[in-house]
């Protein structure tokens, strides 16, 4: 068979259209498919920066906090103000180095404390090297984080005393915790790299960044330069923006990076890998089909010279390719839904993280976890979730107790579902847990049942259980150290006050009877005998106004009111004193009548009134206060407290927690959530706040 010049050329056109329009259609595809790949990673890379961040954050606001504190402790402070007048105080520097010395009995790994010449008045502890990698996490230096194969926390807080500044403390905790998320980044690809940075304060134009990857860490300044129109993900991060992005890193690699600031430590983090890792199992296909859309081409061209005679074959080799696009689409798309099952069990794990902040309630936070557990798993219509702690069950919405059914084999579980007039069996033939343990002990156990009809591979989903369960000891250990905390607080206060009152106030009302003695028998003396007598009544006047001064501050430290004759006598009492005390108006109102709160609610509610009051008076400037104890029956009983002033208020601020950032505030929102109370603190129209303490009248002694 001959062909014409003419045929020739239409099967040249025709050739090149068919080789224009298959290369066309085979760059969209790969730049469609690496854009879907791009993007569920990227995501996958914030939902994992994210949870480290919120690591980081909780992690090292918790150690400023902590060193903070030293700097209030009476004890301390009293004795560095007694080294301060006399250095030679011997008294006073053995007190002041026991208290620092019980300083790594609570997590600090060094600690030192100089006085207002910056000499050092006692220190306990090797402090890290100066030489070592050092990040900056706020302009003033006051706090660090220092890299010494492990991270360390320096921090520096004044210490001042009537207002007047006696010295500094600084010290340095170990944070193995932060190392471990810090290090332990090779799960997430061989080309992972993870970057905590902050500001240089001498170069504006670098950054300081401590780079994590799997297989060294290094410190090191990058260069920044701002004002640009493509600004990379870290210098997005400086300008306090999160998210992901495609970019060139330092090291000129193509990468996909994630990026979240710190504002509150002035730190950025960026978790980042690289698109050749990223994209090399699309690119070893990417070979196959490369060759195989060559060989294609031929064989059309070739078909189209021969179209008549081949047509039947050119359509099963059609065929035939349509069968493997699919099968790579088909694979693509199973790939798809892995990254994205991924990514569900990391946002849950992270809203879990969320809620777990906000409950105070064991029930409350198990029921947290199952509402977002369940719609995590791969079968949450066939699957059901189970927490024992401390012999207390705890179970999903969908689980029935009483329809509970273990068989013969330890893994087998029956539970039984009425469907109209017949009875359906839903069998739960095997379950996956994780162990609680608090405090080094077993306490109970995390299960998810799975229905018989459930297949596949349930490895990630232990891991997903196991980090909430790791969550869930972590909390219960938190909130059992804050109940110890505020119990330990009471008993103290309580000891102080009992001291005062029996022992020391005692002894100083004996010293004033002796005092009145010895100006009876010097009365009838001659003149100098009569100083005698006048200086022994001056002892005896000065005396006895120590022992009303011991005695009402008996009363703040320990309520004898409160306890004998309960919270209404009481808080009458306190307004009393308070009036007389402050040159203010101080009233107070109730109708709760004979109502028996218990004693815990009772306490809590004087705490609270007190604390409410002495803002007013020495933060506020009130003149006029007023206290009011109602009962409120809404959906249940409530006990409702009610502090009202005319101090200052806010000062223009339009939330509390703009002014109220105090420990005494925190006590008392610390003290509503202990109740399963509600603490609110408003703005008055006039001039002033409003303080509402309300707890459900039920409680009781607990």
Not at 82 to 105: K, P, Q, Y
Not at 583 to 597: A, K, M, R, S, Y
Not at 642 to 660: A, H, K, L, R, V
Request: aromatic share 6%; glycine share 6%.
């Amino acid at each position: 068979m001959f062909f014409t010049k003419d045929d020739h050329k239409i099967s040249i056109i025709g050739g090149l259209l068919l080789l224009g329009l298959t290369l066309t259609t085979g760059i969209t595809v790969y730049n469609a498919m690496r854009q879907q790949i791009e993007t569920v990673l990227g995501r996958g890379l914030t939902g994992a920066l994210e949870g480290k961040a919120l690591l980081f954050q909780t992690r090292i606001e918790k150690g400023i906090e902590d060193t903070r504190a030293l700097a209030l402790r009476p004890f301390i402070v009293q004795f560095m103000q007694d080294l301060n007048d006399n250095i030679d105080n011997e008294s006073a520097s053995s007190n002041l180095t026991r208290n620092v010395n019980s300083l790594t009995l609570i997590g600090f790994s060094a600690a030192v404390i100089y006085d207002r010449n910056d000499n050092i008045l006692s220190q306990v502890g090797v402090f890290s090297s100066n030489e070592n990698p050092t990040i900056l996490l706020d302009n003033a230096g006051s706090s660090k984080l220092i890299w010494d194969n492990v991270f360390i926390l320096r921090t520096t807080v004044n210490v001042f005393n009537q207002g007047k500044k006696i010295g500094r403390i600084t010290t340095e905790t170990r944070l193995p915790n932060l190392t471990r998320s810090f290090v332990n980044v090779q799960s997430i690809g061989k080309s992972v790299e993870f970057l905590i940075c902050a500001n240089l304060a001498e170069n504006r134009q670098a950054i300081a960044c401590l780079i994590s990857s799997p297989a060294t860490i290094r410190f090191t300044h990058l260069s920044i330069s701002y004002g640009r129109e493509n600004n990379s993900p870290k210098e997005m991060a400086l300008k306090g923006k999160d998210g992901f992005a495609s970019a060139v890193d330092y090291r000129g690699v193509p990468v996909i990076e994630a990026y979240t600031p710190l504002p509150t430590l002035g730190v950025v983090m960026t978790l980042k890998l690289d698109q050749d890792e990223l994209f090399m199992p699309v690119n070893d296909k990417l070979k196959d089909i490369i060759l195989y859309l060559v060989a294609l081409i031929l064989a059309e061209i070739l078909l189209l010279n021969w179209f008549i005679r081949k047509l039947i074959s050119s359509e099963k080799e059609a065929r035939q390719s349509k069968v493997k696009a699919e099968e790579y689409s088909i694979e693509l798309t199973n790939k798809e839904k892995e990254l994205r099952k991924r990514l569900k069990e990391i946002t849950c794990l992270y809203e879990i993280r969320q809620e777990m902040e906000l409950e105070m309630s064991i029930d409350g936070v198990c029921q947290k976890i199952f509402k977002h557990l369940i719609p995590a798993l791969q079968f949450p219509h066939a699957s059901v979730a189970e927490i024992l702690i401390n012999d207390k069950r705890y179970v999903s919405k969908d689980y029935n107790k009483n329809q509970l059914i273990e068989a013969q084999s330890a893994n087998i579980i029956e539970i039984i579902k009425p469907v109209r007039s017949n009875d359906r069996k839903s069998i739960f033939n095997f379950f996956i847990q994780s162990d609680i343990y608090i405090n080094h002990k077993h306490h109970g156990y995390l299960r998810v049942y799975y229905a018989q009809d459930v297949q596949g591979s349930n490895i990630e989903e232990q891991k997903l259980i196991d980090a909430i369960a790791s969550v869930l000891e972590g909390w219960i250990e938190l909130r059992q150290l804050e109940e110890a905390l505020v119990s330990v607080a009471e008993d103290q206060v309580h000891k102080i006050g009992q001291e005062l009152h029996d022992n020391i106030g005692q002894q100083i009302a004996a010293v004033a009877f002796q005092a009145s003695v010895l100006e009876l028998q010097t009365g009838d003396m001659d003149q100098p005998r009569e100083k005698i007598s006048e200086l022994a009544a001056s002892i005896a006047l000065q005396t006895q106004n120590l022992v009303v001064n011991i005695k009402q501050l008996s009363k703040v430290l320990l309520p004898f009111e409160l306890e004998a004759n309960g919270l209404i006598s009481a808080l009458q009492t306190l307004a009393t004193r308070i009036s007389g005390t402050y040159n203010v108006t101080c009233t107070f109102t109730n109708n709760i009548g004979n109502e028996d709160v218990g004693s815990v609610i009772t306490l809590n509610m004087y705490r609270v009134a007190q604390e409410a009051i002495n803002n007013a008076v020495i933060h506020g400037k009130a003149k006029h206060i007023s206290i009011s104890l109602t009962i409120n029956e809404l959906s249940e009983r409530f006990i409702h407290l009610t502090i009202c002033d005319d101090g200052q208020g806010f000062n223009g601020s339009t939330s509390e927690e703009n002014f109220f950032s105090g420990m005494g505030i925190k006590i008392m929102h610390y003290r509503a959530k202990q109740l399963d109370g509600k603490l609110t603190i408003l703005r008055r129209n006039e001039s002033g706040v409003e303080v509402h303490f309300m707890v459900p009248v039920n409680q009781g002694d607990s």
